[in-house]
């Protein structure tokens, strides 16, 4: 483009014609952007290029690479986020028993990926229920003969301990990972528990702006704001600051 950042057109002529402004309204439209998400990152990870596929709504802090190289997160094929908020827990296991949240996930250019990227986007566009979209989809499929298998990775030859456990997932055919609460932050996690001010917490490597409402034209831009609060916001005009009432 213009800056010189490397892009990839996509084509959003399917979800032109909508019944609403707010694309989340308008349940068809809504599905058909899940699939042509879940085909784009299809796409790039054809590219050769492992994918950080992540929501509008996420910050990032620090670049993630040091946890996602860390022994033995790179045997991962995927690693995602949950909407768990029980960081002791998420610590001890996992919360394997919350959902995947498909606002950030790490995809590996694997074979196994490609894979269930296809199947993936296949379930979004096949299930009649309009409320499968990209997350309900990729939560059905990865319990599939979902059995809380842990996958032995093989011993680091530098000795390290392993900093999360992989499961096979997807009838056996995945091996994923959690990306941990503690440095992959949620909406609750921030600011009402505010963990990171915590004296000695070491910062988190990315933000996802969950458990906020009233996030629309109607009400004040909720996650916009406690961004701005949280000074993870650096994008306001000085306008915003010396115009206007207050």
């Not at 505010?194 to 917490?201: M, Q, S, T």
Request: hydrophobic residues 40%; charged residues 25%; proline residues 7%.
């Amino acid at each position: 483009n213009e800056q010189g950042i490397p892009t990839l057109p996509l084509d959003g002529s399917s979800i032109k014609d909508r019944h609403a402004a707010n694309l989340r309204f308008d349940y068809g439209a809504y599905k058909r952007m899940a699939a042509l998400k879940v085909a784009f990152y299809t796409r790039i990870l054809k590219s050769g290029f492992n994918v950080w596929a992540c929501d509008a709504d996420t910050a990032w802090m620090q670049h993630p690479a040091p946890f996602v190289n860390e022994y033995p997160m790179q045997y991962a094929d995927m690693l995602t986020t949950t909407d768990c908020i029980d960081v002791e827990g998420d610590t001890r296991g996992g919360c394997w028993h919350v959902d995947h949240n498909t606002g950030l996930v790490y995809m590996r250019a694997r074979p196994a990926v490609l894979e269930f990227t296809a199947a993936w986007q296949k379930k979004v566009e096949t299930s009649r229920d309009v409320m499968v979209r990209d997350q309900a989809a990729l939560n059905l499929l990865m319990r599939e003969n979902f059995k809380a298998k842990a996958w032995d990775a093989p011993p680091d030859a530098e000795g390290g301990k392993q900093v999360r456990p992989i499961y096979l997932a997807w009838n056996n055919k995945i091996k994923i990972a959690r990306l941990p609460l503690r440095y992959f932050a949620n909406g609750h996690t921030a600011f009402v528990q505010r963990l990171y001010a915590k004296p000695g917490h070491p910062p988190p490597f990315a933000l996802h702006m969950t458990y906020q409402y009233g996030d629309s034209s109607r009400f004040p831009y909720g996650k916009r704001q406690r961004m701005r609060e949280a000074r993870v916001w650096w994008v306001d005009p000085p306008a915003y600051f010396n115009e206007g009432r207050y």
